[in-house]
């Protein structure tokens, strides 16, 4: 295996509009990015750069997305990592990863002519992690650098960075992470209700013949305590259905098998985790 960092070649744009629900979120991540971007102010009255914003919540729920509307909101170049990417057998390759994510994000956004970089790590707990007094050097050392990285970001700095992490264990992180000028900023990331459920079931029925709005508003009612991407997997599945039947668009029928497969997939992932 090579020292570097996976390059992330994600790169295509998204914008705030392609993530359904999650209203609060978003209402948030933006009061936070326009404040960001405000360099002359924030100088002038003095107060401390954000560095790191946090999202927080289960799987599933858009947290990604997120990321990367906020790179394409704030005219960034988006780069992103796994905190799993960084875990290595061997003592100090994970700390020269985050070393050559910061460095790549700069570079890339030079070559681009951008100002600034949107770095997403998922997973944040596996690098962040309270610390245990020596038991795992390696991650110790992954983290250290990811400290250091981050206090070496100034608002000032061309480019800017802006560090953006996700976990759903907010609760098992290092507080070194969470302490004032690293992630102060913390932006919930909940299931959606059934009026995000419905938004996000139409943006990813836009491309689908769905015989009716109500089919939508139904789904919506029924899928109670589904994610994103299960909401995202049950339009997929119900035009699979729909497939099979030679069927000229996607009716009742097809949604519900589509919501019993994502709903039983699920359950038969836990059982088989357990
Ligand atoms: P994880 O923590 O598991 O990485 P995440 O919260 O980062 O999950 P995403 O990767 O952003 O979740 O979402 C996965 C997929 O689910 C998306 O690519 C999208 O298709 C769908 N999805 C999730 N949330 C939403 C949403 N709010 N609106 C539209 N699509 C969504």
Redesign the pocket.
């Given at each position: 295996r090579g020292s570097r960092a996976k390059a992330p070649a994600r790169t295509e744009m998204l914008s705030f509009e392609?993530?359904?629900?999650?209203e609060r979120a978003k209402r948030e991540l933006v009061e936070a990015l326009d404040f960001l971007v405000n360099k002359e102010e924030i100088a002038r009255l003095g107060i401390r750069p954000m560095k790191g914003i946090l999202?927080t919540?289960?799987?599933?729920?858009?947290?990604?997305?997120?990321?990367?509307a906020a790179a394409q909101y704030t005219d960034s170049v988006f780069l992103a990592a796994?905190g799993s990417e960084f875990v290595e057998m061997y003592v100090g390759v994970g700390a020269s990863r985050v070393r050559d994510l910061f460095s790549d994000a700069r570079k890339k956004a030079t070559k681009a002519g951008k100002s600034a970089a949107v770095i997403f790590i998922?997973?944040i707990d596996v690098i962040g992690g309270k610390r245990d007094g020596g038991q795992q050097r390696e991650y110790d050392q992954t983290l250290n650098q990811l400290l250091t990285e981050m206090d070496g970001i100034h608002t000032t700095d061309t480019p800017r960075i802006l560090l953006m992490a996700?976990?759903?264990r907010k609760e098992m992180l290092d507080p070194a992470l969470l302490r004032p000028g690293r992630f102060d900023r913390h932006i919930g990331?909940d299931l959606?209700d059934v009026k995000?459920r419905l938004?996000?079931l139409h943006?990813?029925a836009k491309n689908k013949p769905v015989e009716s709005e109500q089919l939508l508003e139904r789904a919506a009612a029924e899928t109670f305590g589904f994610?994103?991407?299960?909401?995202?997997s049950v339009m997929n599945e119900a035009a699979i259905y729909a497939m099979r039947e030679h069927s000229e668009s996607i009716g009742r029928s097809h949604l519900t098998m589509a919501i019993d497969k994502v709903m039983m997939g699920e359950k038969t992932d836990r059982e088989t985790t357990q």
């Open positions: 392609q993530i359904g629900g999650q999202l919540g289960p799987p599933g729920t858009g947290k990604t997305l997120l990321a990367k796994s998922d997973e996700a976990t759903n990331v959606p995000g938004h996000i943006i990813h994610s994103g991407a299960q909401l995202e």
